[in-house]
Nanobody, 122 residues
Framework: QLVESGGGLVQEGDSLRLSCAAS????????MGWFRQALGKEREFVAG????????DYADSVSGRFTISRDNAKNTLSLQMNMLYVEDTAVYYC?????????????????WGQGSQVTVSS
């Protein structure tokens, strides 16, 4: 089970940190990712990280502003979001992938959290 936390309402330019806690499953065995879905839009890849934390991938829209990290000992995944824009407003999901590589393909992530709402106001 994956459970996200840390979402909320912030103003444009603010920062927010999302966390994802895993239970019943060791995330060290998986590459992990964050996705988001804005109202009326399809779910999109935000960031992914390898099982060891050695490599990460970011969507162009968040590169340089967001940082994905993991603590396998604590079985947690995080997403530090800086310089938030109104366009970052969405429900954010953490997910675990069975792919050998860090992937942007949501179909390669069989395990998902329930999502955490992030709302950025202007």
């Amino acid at each position: 089970q994956l459970v996200e936390s840390g979402g909320g309402l912030v103003q444009e330019g603010d920062s927010l940190r999302l966390s994802c806690a895993a239970s019943g499953r060791a995330i060290r065995n998986y590459n992990m990712g964050w996705f988001r879905q804005a109202l009326g839009k399809e779910r999109e890849f935000v960031a992914g990280i390898s099982w060891s934390g050695d490599s990460a991938d970011y969507a162009d829209s968040v590169s340089g502003r967001f940082t994905i990290s993991r603590d396998n000992a604590k079985n947690t995944l995080s997403l530090q979001m800086n310089m938030l824009y109104v366009e970052d407003t969405a429900v954010y999901y953490c997910a675990a992938s069975t792919s050998f590589y860090v992937t942007r393909d949501a179909d390669e992530y069989p395990y998902w959290g329930q999502g955490s709402q992030v709302t950025v106001s202007s």
